[in-house]
């Protein structure tokens, strides 16, 4: 008989007798591969096969097993005739723990005992047996417009007896080199290498579902700077992903501090210093950003995503704004739907769906904008997927109408497909559109709910008074004065707990590794054990005797 196995390589077939053990399976499928696996009956690692034969284990003709990996461990199979997918580069991405967590779960929402069940309470039927994450009814009743892409991904599988669904972004490239032997574009091009026409639609899924910030004072110390200078402001969102049980198998990303890079901001926009990818960046703000990175990866945190604000006074004194975006006009434009392409690139989403183990990306981007009443609200987003294959083919480009993309000319170099957008009519009748020369933008994004959680517990407990932020110029400045005034205010275990007294201490290098490591898990974790053990160490002691210069004199205490 045949055993089907599948794993990140992708499929091999093993004849193997009834009376065969599990470990003449496992030597027979290391014949293709050579990398460590465990076998399961589930994609999910879920009932593992460890011991017994073919036959006692229950398995016939044709049965599907699951070769499962150790992180990262994906290697070519050998030439076997094994369908294989190879790894993007990109898979030394550290995988997010809230995948894996999902991952071992079977997902399935539970109901209660209905009117309707006529049955004992160890019984079930079809009124209170659970649903899955992706049933319409359910998603409808709750107002949830999108699946989580665990549900989405759980659905393509529906009714194929537990396959995993192998998921592949979109590719609007031409393939080079073409199989069929002619010479790359531009000199050659057939129907193998070129990329098919695109028609756009909504995409029904999202990759993050909620943006939640860890506590309010996040986004009232971020709007400080243009409250006090009226130009606009960038920042990079830092934090981590979380399980949000308000939708199936969903998604959170939770903001723990914002880092402000080096930026010149006026009244309508603001020019970046540095964002991954770019090339031509002034040497500091690229040191600068990898030095937030490290600092961030010390107190457990990574970038989630972006925030930016566009904002004007109405001039009428009482703290109201202009409605700039709202449903006449738009709520994202073009070029920040791209950026946010070029963004989630440089940031993939590393999920076991996808054959090449890269879809989609998690980094989330959001805008203060001013609202119909004249407050100030969140507007969080992503790019779709088709959005961040467009933007990575080249093919698409910003309009001076902030609500439309236009679709780039085809040139002797680029190849632009033909690219299609649908929507419904007043009759409820699809109609298929070209996209050619500019289609609205919201075909190209999906939007997130927003909040703050009820129950407030921050990482950082730092709020008022603060550290200066960095990268203000004239608004805030940042020297051993504000050190020193930082520390001689306030209990010292709350002072310690600040993103950018962490970021101001780690550029003045006066503490080793260890030491500052130290001193980032006292932030973060509040430990008084570990904040005594602090106060002994060298690099606090030479932190304090540069406070002392600046006219730090208090010796504090963190009980």
């Not at 014949?31 to 879920?46: I, Q």
């Not at 537990?162 to 609007?172: E, H, I, R, S």
């Not at 680029?414 to 050619?436: G, I």
């Amino acid at each position: 008989m045949i055993i089907r196995v599948r794993s990140p390589n992708g499929t091999v077939r093993v004849e193997v007798a009834p009376e065969n053990t599990i470990d003449d399976l496992r030597n027979k499928i290391r014949e293709s591969w050579s990398t460590a696996f465990v076998l399961a009956k589930n994609p999910n690692g879920s009932d593992g096969v460890n011991e017994g034969t073919i036959a006692s284990n229950g398995f016939g003709h044709g049965q599907m097993l699951y070769a499962i990996f150790a992180k990262g461990q994906v290697e070519e199979t050998k030439d076997t005739g094994a369908n294989t997918s190879q790894p993007d580069a990109r898979l030394d991405i550290w995988r997010d723990p809230v995948d894996t967590y999902w991952n071992g779960t079977e997902g399935k929402i539970p109901r209660t005992r209905s009117k309707l069940c006529n049955h004992g309470h160890n019984a079930m039927c079809d009124y209170c047996s659970p649903l899955e994450p992706f049933n319409p009814v359910y998603l409808e009743e709750k107002g949830i417009k999108h699946l989580s892409f665990n549900a989405y991904a759980r659905s393509l599988s529906k009714g194929t007896q537990g396959k995993l669904a192998f998921l592949d972004p979109p590719d609007f490239k031409v393939k080079s080199p073409c199989t069929t032997g002619h010479p790359p574009w531009p000199k050659g091009i057939c129907s193998k290498c070129q990329p098919s026409a695109i028609t756009l639609s909504r995409q029904k899924f999202r990759i993050v579902d909620h943006l939640e910030f860890e506590d309010s004072s996040l986004i009232d110390n971020f709007l400080g700077y243009w409250r006090s200078s009226g130009s606009q402001r960038f920042g990079y969102m830092y934090g981590y992903f979380a399980p949000y049980p308000e939708v199936p198998l969903g998604i959170k990303a939770v903001v723990c501090a914002i880092y402000e890079p080096p930026q010149e901001g006026s009244e309508t926009e603001v020019e970046v210093g540095h964002v991954p990818g770019k090339e031509g960046s002034p040497p500091h703000a690229i040191a600068e950003l990898k030095s937030v990175g490290s600092l961030a990866e010390a107190c457990g945190l990574k970038l989630i995503g972006m925030i930016f604000t566009d904002l004007v006074d109405d001039g009428s004194k009482t703290g109201k704004v202009v409605c700039k975006r709202h449903i006449k006009s738009y709520y994202t434009s073009s070029l920040e739907a791209l950026f946010s392409a070029k963004m989630q690139n440089e940031l993939p989403n590393i999920s076991d769906y996808a054959g090449k183990k890269i879809f989609g990306s998690k980094f989330v981007s959001c805008v203060l904008t001013g609202t119909e009443e004249g407050g100030i609200d969140i507007f969080a987003y992503q790019a779709s997927n088709t959005c961040m294959a467009m933007t990575d083919a080249d093919i698409v480009e910003a309009s001076i109408n902030p609500a439309v993309v236009r679709v780039r000319e085809p040139s002797s170099t680029l190849y632009v497909p033909e690219v299609f957008y649908t929507y419904k009519n007043e009759y409820n009748t699809t109609v298929k559109m070209p996209a050619k020369p500019t289609f609205p933008v919201e075909y190209l994004l999906v939007t997130l709910s927003h909040g703050f959680p009820s129950e407030p517990n921050p990482k950082f407990l730092s709020r008022k008074p603060r550290f200066p932020i960095e990268n203000r110029g004239l608004v805030e400045s940042v020297n051993a004065n504000s050190l020193a005034d930082h520390l001689g205010k306030g209990e010292l275990m709350t002072q310690l707990s600040d993103f950018h007294f962490l970021l101001y201490v780690k550029e003045l290098a006066v503490m080793s590794p260890d030491d500052f490591r130290l001193l980032c898990e006292v932030a973060v974790t509040h430990d008084g054990d570990k904040a005594n053990q602090l106060q002994s160490s060298p690099g606090w002691m030479q932190l304090l005797s540069l406070a002392h210069d600046a006219g730090y004199d208090d010796v504090m205490q963190t009980d």
